[in-house]
DNA sequence: CGTTCGATTGAGGAAGATCAATTAATGTGG
DNA sequence: CCACATTAATTGATCTTCCTCAATCGAACG
């Protein structure tokens, strides 16, 4: 009886999801031909303010989505992955909202907006990725705002890393240890904390051994079984914490 | 000289935005013929878990979206306006992902998920619509994660009510005096407070006279000026509080 | 006119921000 | 490769904001 085995032990569940994205990645690359960009920690796809031309589709690599406002506030307010769209924010203007700027080597794809909006007009399924890819981020971000209005700094953090290995469940690569490529002030930033709440979180939790650090950097982050962040979110719910009604 | 017609003062920037509700409207109206349905407060007219058969665009009232995790967590996470959709959150996977329910009196129109992508594929001005308004909300689920994350409570409370003022501005409706339709408490669920911190927040609000009560109820509020409340909010930030870098 | 529900206001406490000091990585020029 | 400079992370000590608990008040309703 194997029990360190969380992935697909029920292949049927596992399967339609797991190949979703190759199959979305596919069907784009063979209907648009995108043009395809290499990207490394730091280069910037798109600016707030730039002129929609181009929607982006992630192939690999991580990336930040930081917004700012006209007061000079600034904020990361979404990570993306494999398989994640970049620019859907700026279709109802016409003009990025964001920034969008990688945090690990990578490669994206740039389709014209123009051409993927006639293909969808001829192609259904393309029509049916586009929505689904923005129905997917809408739902995603009432998710995110949830967990920032009802669960306590701790429970965040933990939240935020069980997504993150969740992200990288589901795209096939390997969860078991993780890099955040992310400082500790810009967890915070994006998760409504200071950074130094942000590292006595983590601290917390390696005491717990809910994660553990490995050898190389506190940057590296092992995550032995990601069901026990998920069983921590929980506990900081349930021991008098009702939260907000 | 009439002073106090905040509105259209500059016609040519004013015009486009205030088209647009109408327009989309009619379009829907004209090429789909909806099915309309009448709403009292309170009504739901989905329930997370429901199938997607069809989308909603409102006519007249306002709804609250509700989303409720696994665990019992429940958070007001939108709020909607005439002319905004509902249930787009619904379409990656299928089914609702969030109850939503008015909350005043209203009408919304029916769209049947089919039906709307098969006159999308037609008619390219219906996707764009369609894309637009999607879009939309994912640019206003950020501005809102952002402002939970930025904001200090009081000011939380006074870009919500910028907000709904500004909302009915936009739409032609009267701003001067808004009656909110929820509680306290319920308003404290949307922010990610108590319904104790909303109180003081409005008091506040009301002693440094950005807001003031009217006669009938403290439920029904008075907005003299909109810009005092953005104003307000500005404050929040520029003494001594960078909050978060 | 009492009952109920929502709103207000105050007092005390706890979570998390701020300030500050230390330690660990990372990078740079010699 | 090492000394040094720089940036990131940790940890502790206060202080602030906001939550919790509780009492009071007002409005709506039967």
Chains 1, 2 share one sequence.
Not at 3 to 11: F, G, L
Not at 109 to 114: A, H, I, K, N, V
Not at 205 to 210: F, M
């Amino acid at each position: 009886m194997t029990h360190a085995e969380p992935i697909a032990t029920n292949p049927r569940a596992a399967a339609p999801a797991a190949r979703a994205i190759p199959d979305a990645l596919r069907l784009l690359s063979e209907t648009l031909e995108p043009e395809r960009r290499l990207v490394r920690a730091g280069d910037p796809i798109y600016r707030a303010g730039d002129r929609l031309g181009c929607l982006y589709v992630l192939n690999s690599g991580v990336f930040k989505v930081v917004n700012l406002t006209a007061d000079g506030r600034e904020q990361v307010v979404a990570l993306k992955f494999k398989g994640d769209w970049l620019g859907l924010d700026g279709i109802a203007g016409g003009r990025h909202t964001c920034d969008a700027v990688a945090i690990d080597t990578g490669e994206v794809w740039m389709l014209r907006y123009g051409a993927l909006l006639d293909a969808a007009q001829r192609r259904p399924e393309l029509l049916q990725l586009l929505l689904q890819a923005m129905s997917r981020e809408i739902a995603h971000d009432r998710d995110a705002l949830m967990s920032m209005c009802t669960l306590p700094a701790d429970a965040r953090v933990a939240e935020f890393l069980r997504y993150w290995a969740d992200a990288l469940e589901q795209r096939g690569l390997r969860t078991e240890q993780i890099t955040l490529r992310m400082t500790r002030a810009e967890i915070g930033n994006y998760l409504g904390m200071t950074l130094e709440t942000v590292s006595r979180a983590l601290s917390r939790l390696a005491r717990d051994n809910v994660i553990a650090f490995c050898e190389r950097g506190r940057r590296e982050v092992r995550i032995p079984n990601i069901a026990a962040l998920h069983g921590f979110v929980q506990r900081s719910l349930t021991p008098a914490s009702p939260m907000l009604q």
